[in-house]
């Protein structure tokens, strides 16, 4: 009786553990191995490492959970690593030979599961993976799997599709990494800022897949999130990647991320800006964000993560001040100046209608050529409210029939009824 | 789609202007551009700086600033995107430095480097 429940007792927390563990340590396997082997053995790396999981799930369920699991993890993959290269056809014609005259007539393979080398595989992965070789999506979808740990299952509810064409597209992506023959290096420091910009672009993709995803699973948006910061943070812990623009795109995020738990109700449905509970605000975040603004705040580029940051800064700050809205509006002008987006656009005019009055800001309004975007007439609404009423329900109308979720439509239709 | 060079020209460069002034100038510049970028319809933008501006005659005699004689002078330039020459005045016509009596904004199209200019 006193064994049956242990074991219960032991598979319980083994159901926790594994998977936990799974996210933690996968990729740093897979990351260590990868180095180890090349990117043309990326797929070896990744069984090693699955298999490795599948060794414990078996062991552990019959011998209990040893003292420090992930030293137990490590010295699977290694020997598994290590058994891998032994057959390795190639490795026994260019380097058996040599190892010939080793005394002890032992191959000395070694694989490097420091905290170091793990650190460093990783970063350099990061690199190979958010190379412009391959496309934006295929980026995010390897990061997930090879750098975050995700399941596919897990990938495919986060891009809202099924586990085939998830696989189908990491498959596509690493072929093409494995042709391109992209090697997993740091880029070096004369290139570093351009191979920079598409791993951050891939990083703050990640991040806004989880904070505007279509995805209704929260648990799993916030982790997109999440570690869509951890690996922004992994760049900033480096001495080669630690750029002012790296520290500016950490600071946006912890800005974003800061109001998760207020943007959301008990629902599932989106709490907007201004009816957001500002004690749901993680003030910790914001500090931290604050910080690394600080940290952004060097050298003589100005990037579009720093104008963001400085937006998301004042989105933090719940005033209605003539001196909010002004600098609010200066950072839309710049940032429309380095690159121009839908959104940026409406909110840039909607900061102008703060700062410099409602008729000049219907005026600019109307320029915009955004007549199939529903947040567009949604602002058109809004600007003429009090203005003009019933140019303002019309425009709300316009919105309506094109706004596409029920929330967007839910929420138009309330400024339809305050009217 | 064309690009156009859209240039500030300043009837006379030596009036000083006073920092409120300048102040108030600077953000209607900057309001005026961002509604043009909110357009996705800016290219480039330079301002062009009166310190250390000098005029370099057939001569060769260098004289400071683009003063003197010449009274007129280049406040800047930024670029935009249109489809043609009349898209292009339009926003000329909102730079804020048309707001100074005898100033004018000169608006010409940017050569392509096709050949074809």
């Known amino acids: 009786m006193g ?125 190979t993976i958010c190379h412009p070789a391959i496309s934006p999506e295929a980026q995010i979808g390897l990061s997930l799997r090879i750098l975050c740990g995700f399941g596919i299952t897990e990938i495919a509810d986060a891009f ?151 937006i998301a800064y004042w989105n933090t700050q719940k005033t209605d001040t003539q001196e909010k809205w002004e600098a609010v509006l200066q950072l839309h002008n710049r940032l429309l100046q380095i690159e121009y987006s839908p959104i940026a656009a409406l909110n840039r005019t909607y900061a102008l209608s703060k700062a410099n009055g409602k008729r000049e800001a219907i005026k600019e309004a109307e320029k915009l050529n955004l007549a199939d975007n529903h947040f567009y007439f949604t602002l058109l609404g809004e600007l003429y409210t009090n203005i003009d009423n019933y140019k303002a329900k019309q425009h709300f109308q316009r919105a309506l029939s094109l706004a596409k979720t029920e929330a967007d439509k839910q929420t138009i239709q309330k400024k339809i009824d305050k009217l | 789609m064309d690009e156009y060079a859209l240039i500030m020209r300043h009837e006379d460069g030596t009036k000083i202007a006073s920092p409120e002034q300048i102040q108030v100038w600077m953000k209607q510049t900057m309001d005026w551009i961002g509604g043009i970028a909110a357009q996705n319809k800016f290219s480039s933008g330079t301002g062009l700086l009166f310190d250390d501006a000098r005029v370099v005659r057939s001569t060769k005699v260098v004289t400071n600033g683009p003063f003197g004689e010449i009274k007129e002078t280049i406040g800047g330039f930024i670029v935009v995107k249109a489809d043609s020459v009349e898209e292009a005045v339009e926003f000329a016509k909102g730079c804020p430095v048309l707001q100074g009596e005898g100033n004018t904004m000169e608006v010409r199209r940017i050569a392509k480097n096709d050949g074809t200019h």
Not at chain 1, 61 to 90: E, F
Not at chain 1, 192 to 207: A, P, Q, S
């Open chain 1, 160 to 310: 809202l599709t099924n586990k085939e064409t998830i696989n189908k597209r990491l498959f596509r992506a690493k072929e093409k990494l494995r042709d391109e023959k992209i090697s997993i290096e740091i880029p070096a420091p004369s290139e570093i800022d351009k191979r920079l910009e598409t791993v951050l672009t891939t990083i703050y993709l990640l991040f806004n897949e989880g904070y505007y995803s279509v995805s209704q699973n929260q648990t799993i948006r916030k982790d997109l999130c999440f570690e869509a910061m951890r690996l922004c943070y992994m760049l900033v812990e480096n001495k080669y990647t630690n750029k002012p623009q790296v520290n500016a795109l950490l600071s946006l995020m912890c800005f974003h991320a800061s109001r998760f738990d207020a943007r959301i109700n008990k629902n599932g449905e989106t709490v907007l800006y201004e009816d957001q509970d500002t004690n749901l605000w993680n003030s910790d975040l914001v500090s931290k964000g604050g910080y690394f603004l600080n940290c952004a705040a060097s050298g003589d580029k100005l990037s579009k993560y720093h104008l963001e940051a400085a």
């Open chain 1, 3 to 127: 064994r049956q429940f242990t074991g219960a007792f032991l598979c319980m927390e083994q159901q926790e553990l594994i998977p936990n563990l799974f996210r933690t340590e996968y990729r740093k396997i897979v990351s260590v191995l990868c180095k180890r082997f090349g990117f043309g053995q990326i797929e070896i790396a990744e069984d090693i490492a699955s298999d490795t999981f599948l060794v414990a799930a078996q062991t552990w369920s019959m011998q209990g959970i040893p003292q420090n699991p992930i030293a137990w993890l490590y010295n699977v993959a290694k020997n598994k690593a290590k058994n891998y290269l032994q057959r390795d056809k190639t490795f026994e014609k260019k380097i058996a030979p040599e190892l010939k005259t080793n005394e002890r007539g032992e191959t000395e393979i070694e694989i490097d599961l420091s905290p170091q080398n793990i650190n460093d595989s990783q970063l350099q992965m990061m690199f």
